[in-house]
């Protein structure tokens, strides 16, 4: 992982709304509502990030979050108090208890080969409870992956709050196709009041996989796969969807 999630955590929750991770929260609650057999309500938040998803879901929700990041610990454990926050490798951490729910939004990809991405699904499914759901995505996969893809510049990406100016740039870059590993590079560029223009670079290297081999890995383990769009709207997965969400329950 890169200086997002050390020297940078501060500007992606500058960035953030909240209002997509609301919608991505709701979304849970409906899969949760509609496959979830056991009768508990805890859940298991691999990759909690800024803690954004668990300030929404914690009504619900009975919340464990797991980040790799200490830094991003802090600010979600800020966010949300009462919460419980472990440090822990998504691959080979073990709370010796199991949940309702485990979701995982934003970090499968930082799984960079088919090895490592089916230890990190199988120790998400060893915490899964018997009639629980596990839930998540991976929003770049090399069916739907675009060389030079770019985010940011335009008005919704500029942020201005107590005295600093924010915005930034992302692209995608694949340097081999053959692989399962693409760079994602972010640049900044942030004002603060009476301080000259800076900008800072973070090289992210992420896992790109096919849709039908994650699907194999999930039916190898046990689990029934269904697909839904990755615009969080409810609605099953197609091509013309921007990424599939995957909702995994045991056969």
């Given at each position: ?13 500058f960035i953030t709304t909240g209002k997509g991770h609301k919608e991505e929260a709701d979304f849970v609650i409906k899969i949760v509502k509609k ?97 629980g759901v596990l839930i998540f995505h991976l929003d770049k996969l090399k069916e739907n992956f675009k060389q030079f893809g770019t985010v940011g ?99």
């Amino acid at each position: 992982m890169g200086k997002l999630y050390k020297d940078l955590a501060w500007c992606y929750d500058f960035i953030t709304t909240g209002k997509g991770h609301k919608e991505e929260a709701d979304f849970v609650i409906k899969i949760v509502k509609k496959y979830k057999k056991s009768k508990g309500n805890t859940l298991l938040d691999i990759g909690c990030g800024h803690g954004w998803h668990d300030k929404f879901l914690k009504k619900k929700f009975r919340i464990t979050g797991i980040d790799f990041s200490k830094t991003i610990l802090k600010i979600a454990k800020k966010r949300n108090p009462k919460i419980t926050y472990k440090k822990g490798d998504m691959r080979k951490f073990n709370l010796r208890k199991k949940f309702d729910i485990v979701m995982s939004f934003d970090a499968m990809m930082y799984n960079l080969n088919y090895r490592d991405l089916k230890t990190t699904i199988k120790n998400l499914a060893k915490h899964l409870a018997e009639g629980g759901v596990l839930i998540f995505h991976l929003d770049k996969l090399k069916e739907n992956f675009k060389q030079f893809g770019t985010v940011g510049i335009p008005e919704k990406h500029k942020f201005f709050k107590n005295n600093t100016f924010l915005t930034y740039f992302q692209v995608d870059y694949d340097k081999n196709s053959n692989d399962t590993i693409f760079d994602s590079c972010l640049i900044f560029l942030i004002a603060k009041k009476g301080k000259d223009l800076e900008f800072k670079i973070d090289l992210e290297r992420m896992g790109l996989f096919e849709l039908s081999r994650i699907k194999k890995i999930i039916s190898d383990l046990g689990f029934k796969t269904y697909l839904y769009s990755g615009d969080f709207s409810s609605k099953k997965y197609s091509k013309k969807c921007p990424f599939p969400v995957f909702v995994c329950v045991r056969n």
